[in-house]
């Protein structure tokens, strides 16, 4: 438990991934050998988050535990739960499963670039503050303006 506190984090994997026009679903693509799904699982396996639930279509439950969290050991992970139709029906399912914990994490499992300071971070400011998030300098150009129609400098956005 981190400073006295219980975490779990939440690994949303039951999107279809239906914008990136491929019969197979984001988390589910290869990225250097292995599912984009097992990065996520791994940095949450490795950090100090107490138990990972993962939320999965009722479609993948097998895959995931079989060919995922069975086969590289995510041990952290304490439950597969069917996500919904809907995100937030799928972070419903997973707030439901994590009954017991003090805080949780929701990731995003077509995430894999999570790391473990990230991962700290987010645990010590949410134990401040209650609620927080993750953001990371914008590097697309983005356009912003002001009630005047002035433009904004991006360095001060956050996607």
Request: hydrophobic letters at 35%.
């Amino acid at each position: 438990m981190y400073k006295g506190k219980h975490f779990t984090a939440i690994v949303l994997a039951a999107g279809k991934g239906s914008r990136m026009n491929s019969d197979i679903p984001k988390q589910y693509m290869k990225l250097d050998g292995k599912e984009v799904l097992y990065y996520s699982l791994k940095a949450f396996q490795d950090s100090p988050v107490d138990n990972i639930i993962l939320v999965a279509g009722k479609q993948d439950i097998d895959f995931c535990r079989d060919e995922i969290v069975e086969k590289y050991g995510f041990d952290k992970v304490k439950g597969i739960v069917e996500g919904g139709s809907e995100r937030y029906w799928s972070v419903r399912n997973g707030l439901t499963a994590s009954k017991g914990t003090d805080y949780v994490l929701i990731h995003d499992s077509a995430r894999p670039c999570i790391n473990d300071k990230m991962i700290l971070s987010l645990m010590e400011e949410v134990i401040i503050s209650g609620a927080c998030t993750v953001g990371v300098p914008a590097k697309d150009t983005i356009k912003v303006v002001d009630e005047n129609n002035y433009g904004i400098d991006r360095k001060s956005t956050r996607l």
